[in-house]
């Protein structure tokens, strides 16, 4: 029989600090489209000899709140150093970063994954976050190449898990975390197109009741979520070949090729490169002291996980509460409505299927919503307090999400508000049991669901008007008689 393998697997993920400028000189951070290569630049961040680095504040505030978010140890001292390699990205021909002493140390998150209606739950330890300089950007054409340093310089946090993640599902799982938890604290937009979030993969394999690690590749070149799944279920299949097989798994850096949907070798043996570490001499340690910490603490947004809790203690489903924290936007939405007087489940219902569904059709975010969380909770007020029908609010908000306007002023222009004269609906009532005696039959028999029936009947005739569950109770009583 063929050994059981488990995957062992850990994410490096650097994420593009949010700051104003640049790591270590004021040139702006974050590509203007409109500018072309090479005009965001200045003697520091291309490397000219002479010059001198000086540390952005803002963008050690946005590393330090990256860190808490991930629930890192925040290092009161951490320092820089330079790391060397030769590569025409790299105009200084060494890239500031922290290695030794990290500004942020151990933390941890929870992850969650698996079906809608089973969802599963894990906690990822990270090893460390630390903040360095981005190189630039070269592109190579077949008899040249480019190189374009207006990336060069810009602030990154590169944030290295734990080898905690033992499937593709769960790395995909990791991976949405960190993300939703870097734009929740605003230290990254993390657009993964603009480069603002990139990924690398470390994929083992070893068998099942094992503890030490087998012989580990480095995946790089993953554009999207699903390139990095992808990637992962392939190298876990190769490796499993290659270890039935009775051959060894060579440690090497592979390239994800979406297009053949294979890992391909890039250059093998990336621990032998030397990138002769040492201490930045131009930087003096970063130290943080305590009431800056504290400061910066103060300013912390309450975490996604905290809300999460506090919707499901409101009496949601673990997935509603999900949704509702997946962009702090959509909590504070979602909390805005309540506010404004609305029942919990009732609201969460509409966020997450009508309005979510609506903006997602249209590739908006909840803060282009067109309807304002106030009117939202007077529409659900309009249906809680029986003034109009749930499906009637349907129609109401469809106009809602057209035009902005209230829900009230709507439901008066479209004629919209249920019939609640009891003359009116006994009159409906009557007609309805006269015109379908099979069902007033069925309802004499025992068979209690007949009644829907009927009511559907008089939502007809009523076009829809008729208050139904005042209609269920008016039906039964006269079918009773
Ligand atoms: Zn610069």
């Given at each position: 029989m063929a050994t059981q393998f488990e995957p062992v697997i850990g994410l490096e993920i650097h994420v593009q600090l949010a700051s104003k400028t640049k790591m270590f000189c004021t040139c702006p951070n974050g590509m203007d489209e409109s500018s072309g290569p090479n005009t965001e630049i200045c003697p520091r961040c291309s490397g000219q000899p002479g010059t001198l680095p000086v540390m952005n504040e803002g963008a050690v505030r946005l590393g330090v709140r990256a860190g808490l978010a991930l629930g890192c140890k925040t290092n009161e001292v951490s320092s820089f150093e330079r790391k060397h390699y030769f590569y025409p990205d790299l105009p200084k021909g060494y890239q500031i970063t922290q290695n030794a002493h990290p500004v942020n140390g151990r933390g941890e998150i929870e992850i969650t994954f698996g079906p809608k209606t089973n969802l599963q739950k894990k906690k990822i330890g990270i090893h460390h976050a630390h903040l360095e300089e981005d190189a630039a950007k070269s592109s190579h054409e077949a008899q040249y190449s480019l190189v374009d340093f207006n990336r060069a310089g810009c602030p990154l946090l590169e944030i290295v898990s734990m080898p905690d993640m033992r499937s593709a599902d769960e790395a995909y799982a990791y991976l949405t975390e960190i993300k939703r938890l870097m734009k929740w604290v605003d230290a990254?937009?993390?657009?993964m197109e603009k480069g603002e979030l990139r990924v690398d993969v470390n994929v083992s394999l070893r068998p099942v009741g094992q503890e030490k690690f087998g012989t580990r590749t480095e995946i790089k070149n993953l554009n999207s979520f699903k390139a990095v799944r992808d990637a992962i279920n392939y190298e876990i299949a190769r490796q499993t070949e290659v270890l039935n097989k009775g051959e060894k798994v060579v440690q090497q850096t592979l390239l994800w090729d979406k297009e053949q949907n294979i890992t391909k070798p890039m250059r093998s043996k990336e621990d032998a490169l030397d990138y002769r570490y040492f201490p930045e001499p131009d930087l003096p340690p970063l130290i943080l002291r305590k009431d800056r910490l504290e400061k910066i603490k103060a300013d912390m947004p309450e975490l996604p996980a905290a809300k999460e809790a506090k919707f499901v203690g409101l009496g949601l489903s673990a997935y509603d509460a999900g949704v509702l924290t997946i962009t702090r936007a959509v909590a504070e939405y979602f909390e805005a409505v309540l506010k404004a007087g609305a029942p919990a489940k009732a609201a969460a219902n509409w966020i997450t299927t009508d309005l979510l569904g609506a903006l997602h059709a249209e590739n908006k975010e909840i803060e282009d919503s067109p309807i304002a969380a106030e009117n939202l909770a007077e529409l659900i007020g309009l249906v809680e307090s029986g003034k109009i029908s749930r499906t009637q609010a349907k129609t109401v908000f469809e106009k809602m999400y057209q035009t902005g306007e209230k829900a009230a002023a709507l439901v008066e222009k479209l004629g919209l508000s249920q019939v609640s004269d009891e003359g009116q609906l006994f009159a409906w009532a009557q007609e309805a049991i006269n015109e379908a005696p099979k069902a007033v039959a069925d309802f004499k028999k025992g068979n209690r669901a007949a009644v829907g029936a009927l009511v559907g009947a008089v939502m007809r005739k009523s076009k829809g008007k008729a208050n139904p569950k005042r209609m269920n109770e008016i039906l039964v009583e006269l079918l009773s008689k």
């Open positions: 990254s937009n993390c657009d």
